[in-house]
T-cell receptor, first 112, second 112 residues
Framework: SAVISQKPSRDICQRGTSLTIQCQVDSQVTMMFWYRQQPGQSLTLIATANQGSEATYESGFVIDKFPISRPNLTFSTLTVSNMSPEDSSIYLC?????????FGSGTRLTVV | SQQGEEDPQALSIQEGENATMNCSYKTSINNLQWYRQNSGRGLVHLILIRSNEREKHSGRLRVTLDTSKKSSSLLITASRAADTASYFCATDAFQAGTALIFGKGTTLSVSS
């Protein structure tokens, strides 16, 4: 199955700034997904990212706050914009292949 | 969005005991998967059960699926301290290109 390299693994950011998280897949994947995991909670889907088209966002998530890029079939980025302490979470990317789903190791974001 | 509830939310047992976690979901599925997440770490895929299967085993894990009740259970037999983690069910819908949707999870604590 595919392997996803996600970075950074963790970061501490000032409120009002933005952070871009990158996911690199070692093979082509048609669908990529971004999740948020708030402290002590489960994974919540933020958006689905297809190559060459705008991401599809779930209810409660908007493009201005979480812009996503998907320039090719092996790479995607999620930006957390204008951060506030409420954005402190783990962010995970996932890719869907014929063999199933694979996940990045997550980015632990703390906003101070 | 999240599929549904998992119960219990938290479970504390002694080493050697069995642990049973339940998961309910709302929509039709292609398969249901269970994941483990150690504190602050990435997701580990445990087992997948397809919608036409009723029971599946993998080592000390036993998963059941009841599509009529839209529910699944994960049994861990002869638990070990190393099984201490959060466990999540995740459903894969029939539609192509859809993400895994996670349940709320059960936090398992196994004491020696």
């Amino acid at each position: 199955s595919a392997v996803i390299s996600q970075k950074p693994s963790r970061d501490i950011c000032q409120r009002g700034t933005s952070l871009t998280i990158q996911c690199q897949v070692d093979s082509q994947v048609t669908m990529m997904f971004w999740y948020r995991q708030q402290p002590g909670q489960s994974l919540t889907l933020i958006a689905t990212a297809n190559q060459g088209s705008e991401a599809t966002y779930e209810s409660g998530f908007v493009i201005d706050k979480f812009p996503i890029s998907r320039p090719n079939l092996t790479f995607s980025t999620l930006t957390v914009s204008n951060m506030s302490p409420e954005d402190s979470s783990i962010y995970l990317c996932s890719g869907k292949t014929g063999g199933g789903y694979t996940f990045g190791s997550g980015t632990r974001l703390t906003v101070v | 969005s999240q599929q549904g509830e998992e119960d219990p939310q938290a479970l504390s047992i002694q080493e050697g005991e069995n642990a049973t976690m339940n998961c309910s979901y709302k929509t039709s599925i292609n398969n249901l998967q269970w994941y483990r997440q150690n504190s602050g770490r990435g997701l580990v895929h445990l087992i997948l059960i397809r919608s036409n299967e009723r029971e599946k085993h993998s080592g000390r894990l036993r998963v059941t699926l009841d599509t009529s009740k839209k529910s699944s259970s994960l049994l861990i037999t002869a638990s070990r301290a190393a099984d201490t983690a959060s466990y999540f069910c995740a459903t894969d819908a029939f539609q192509a290109g859809t993400a895994l949707i996670f349940g709320k999870g059960t936090t398992l604590s196994v004491s020696s």
